[in-house]
């Protein structure tokens, strides 16, 4: 099969998880407020090319951040969990290491071409993100930064590829 015929086969419609992890924007969503627009963008670019979305908000807390991630990994329906938020490097920044050790196998080169399309747009200060992204029980598992313009690189780097990359995982 060549490479434009393996694409092909790759599934069209997906159905994603998208998980903001912070606790300012929990204490807006839990007051009704939905002050995360970076969800938001996650949600409107994954809608526009024909999947579909949960959402939801967690703190910056190690056990529900574990809590969502498990419930999306043990849904069978469930393709993609695409996280954003708490990949810096404060205290509270805790996304990498509560679900790294989930990962069965990591793709380091989307954290590397991530890093460096928003040092070409922003600096230094895109070398401080710990993005990750990997397989997790056989559905891609996708750490992004919080920052919405974050968020759009890495929806730039996923999308054209998320269908292929799915059907690699499911093997």
Same mark, same amino acid.
């Given at each position: 099969?060549?490479?434009?015929?393996?694409?092909?086969?790759?599934?069209?419609?997906?159905?994603?998880?998208?998980?903001?992890?912070?606790?300012?924007?929990?204490?807006?969503?839990?007051?009704?407020?939905?002050?995360?627009?970076?969800?938001?963008?996650?949600?409107?670019?994954?809608?526009?090319?024909?999947?579909?979305?949960?959402?939801?908000?967690?703190?910056?807390?190690?056990?529900?951040?574990?809590?969502?991630?498990?419930?999306?990994?043990?849904?069978?329906?469930?393709?993609?969990?695409?996280?954003?938020? /708490? #990949?810096?490097?404060?205290?509270?920044?805790? =996304?990498?290491?509560?679900? $790294?050790?989930? %990962?069965?196998?990591? @793709? +380091? !080169?989307?954290?590397?071409?991530?890093?460096?399309?928003?040092?070409?747009?922003? /600096? #230094?200060?895109?070398?401080?993100?710990?993005? =990750?992204?990997?397989?997790? $029980?056989?559905? %891609?598992?996708?750490? @992004? +930064? !919080?920052?919405?313009?974050?968020?759009?690189?890495?929806?730039?780097?996923?999308?054209?590829?998320?269908?292929?990359?799915?059907?690699?995982?499911?093997?």
């Amino acid at each position: 099969m060549g490479f434009e015929e393996h694409r092909r086969a790759a599934p069209g419609r997906l159905r994603v998880a998208v998980i903001t992890i912070s606790d300012s924007r929990y204490k807006a969503w839990r007051e009704g407020r939905d002050e995360d627009l970076s969800g938001r963008i996650m949600e409107e670019r994954l809608r526009k090319e024909g999947h579909e979305v949960t959402r939801e908000i967690v703190p910056d807390e190690p056990e529900l951040i574990l809590g969502a991630v498990r419930k999306h990994l043990e849904d069978p329906s469930v393709d993609v969990i695409l996280t954003c938020g /708490g #990949t810096g490097i404060t205290r509270r920044d805790v =996304t990498i290491e509560t679900l $790294r050790p989930l %990962l069965e196998k990591e @793709l +380091p !080169g989307f954290g590397e071409r991530l890093r460096a399309m928003g040092y070409e747009m922003v /600096g #230094t200060p895109a070398l401080l993100t710990r993005a =990750t992204f990997g397989v997790a $029980r056989g559905k %891609l598992l996708c750490c @992004l +930064p !919080g920052a919405p313009s974050s968020v759009e690189v890495g929806m730039k780097l996923l999308l054209p590829e998320l269908g292929h990359l799915v059907k690699h995982a499911r093997e």
